[in-house]
């Protein structure tokens, strides 16, 4: 096989490589490897993914004018008289810049900007003291939070073969409704669902012949599809307030459980006191304002749930 490589090496190079494919023709040099570390801000690359880039553009302007930078202080004679030609800052270019940098896109704007540090770790403490004075375990604590499901959006990005120039747009499917997820922090326990859609009875219901009682979650309706104090204390009481009750029965474990919840209006602040007197055992601690993005644990992208 080398022989017949090296006999057929100029019908080789002379050959049209196939479509889809890129001819290597410039190896990096030690001007690209210096430009993409003063590019990230430091000397240091182990410290460069805590620096902030802006955007595509701007990075690729940047790029091409400390490389030139470079260009200029470097001897001529050291370097390819084409260097300057041969960096782009392509497209190609800044999808391995990413990789090699392990930078990636975020959004810079959010809860988690304006979140009070200090209340966070002020409820930690207090939290623990509650803990360790009632005797509480993982099986007995619960999260509870809720969560907007877009069940008819499609992606707005495709993937599409060279030959075709465009794929044919729709109008975007904004059909939304409201879940509301719970679960305890060991993960064996997880509450029925709370369902809350524009819609009492859809046609497919109906059609079908599906009762909501028999459904997998409790099926609420208001024309903005949003949990409301009241659907929130029917929940508790009727579905995670039986179904806790009857786990810690089963696991012999005491009858006592910790719900946690963030300040939303859907969580009434006296919610103890619409409870039940059967499951008076459930206790409500509620995350500071403004913590959320910090404490929450269904916000921490853990699969909880």
Known sequence: MICTVIKQKESIKSATPTKGFTIISKLRTSLHENMEILLMGVGDREAAPKRYLDSQTIIYEKARAIYGDFLKQTPQTSIDEASEESFKASRGWFENFKKRTCIHSVVRHGEAASSDMKAAEDHIKTFSDLIKAQGYISQQVFNCDETGLFWKKMPNRTYITAEEKMMPGHKPMKDRLTLALCA?????????????????????????????????????????????RKFFVEWVNLVFGPSVKKYLQEKNLPVQALLILDNAPAHPLNLEDDILEEFKFIKVLYLPPNTTPILQPTDQQFDLL
């Open 184 to 228: 305890n922090a060991s993960g064996d326990c997880k509450s029925k669902p709370l369902l809350v859609y524009h819609s009492k009875n859809p046609r497919a219901f109906k059609s079908h012949k599906i009762l909501k009682e028999k459904l997998q979650v409790m099926w609420r309706s208001n024309p903005k599809a949003w949990v409301t």
